[in-house]
């Protein structure tokens, strides 16, 4: 898959799934944002952070402050009808209120400013997705993650030149020893390897590899 004629390495609906019109899409040089299929395009170097954020909704605030007390105003000094003005504070209150409820929000911060884009409840599928692309960036295709497989299905890797995995197997960010385990290290993009997220056993998202992997792009880890 191509955006901007740049490979996409990696992907995440803002939202709802395959909500093609609000997406994102991370590429090797840039975060691509579609929101309301309007296509943003943030190159990874001039990238400061990336949070979620809520903030108030200014135009709503300001709009109900300027309406509520004119309109009080009018109120009490019968300049128009009653009842219209009477719902006119009210909307200005309800205004205000809105304003002041605010809304989640994905910050993009660059070395020029800051770009934000409102969301209803950022996704837990979103925030993986965020931190992949946190990671990416400040470590390129090199963004390394852990594994364990049994001595026994390591030997016969070795010798086969692949590791055969019959189902899908949890990653983790740092290497840990584990008996009768082979610790691994793999580098997904640079192997061309998927990383997708998961639900672990905890109920939280986790990356995982399935598949078969050339053992070359493995590098085993020394027990600490």
């Not at 990653?171 to 993009?189: C, F, G, M, N, Q």
Request: with cysteine; hydrophobic share 45%; charged share 20%.
């Amino acid at each position: 898959m191509y955006v901007n004629n740049e490979p996409v390495v990696a992907q995440c609906y803002l939202q709802k799934k395959l909500d093609e019109a609000n997406v994102c899409y991370l590429s090797p040089q840039h975060l691509f944002i579609r929101q309301f299929n309007r296509l943003h395009s943030f190159s990874l170097d001039t990238i400061r952070s990336i949070e979620f954020k809520h903030k108030l909704l200014l135009f709503p605030l300001i709009a109900g402050g300027i309406i509520s007390p004119l309109s009080l105003i009018a109120l009490f000094n019968d300049i128009l009808n009653i009842w219209l003005m009477m719902g006119t504070f009210i909307g200005g209150l309800l205004s205000m209120y809105y304003g002041m409820e605010g809304s989640s929000t994905l910050t993009v911060v660059t070395s020029i400013k800051e770009f934000d884009f409102f969301l209803k409840t950022p996704s837990k599928n979103l925030k993986a997705f965020i931190s992949f692309v946190l990671k990416y960036s400040r470590e390129g295709a090199a963004v390394a993650y852990y594994f364990h497989v049994s001595e026994e299905k390591w030997s016969e890797a070795v010798k086969t030149g692949q590791l055969v995995l019959t189902g899908s197997l949890k990653l983790t960010e740092t290497a840990a020893s584990k008996k009768d385990y082979v610790t691994l290290r793999i580098e997904p993009l640079s192997a061309g390897i998927e990383v997708k997220y998961l639900y672990d056993e905890f109920k939280e998202l986790a990356p995982f590899i399935e598949g078969t992997i050339p053992v070359i792009a493995l590098e085993v880890m020394k027990n600490r």
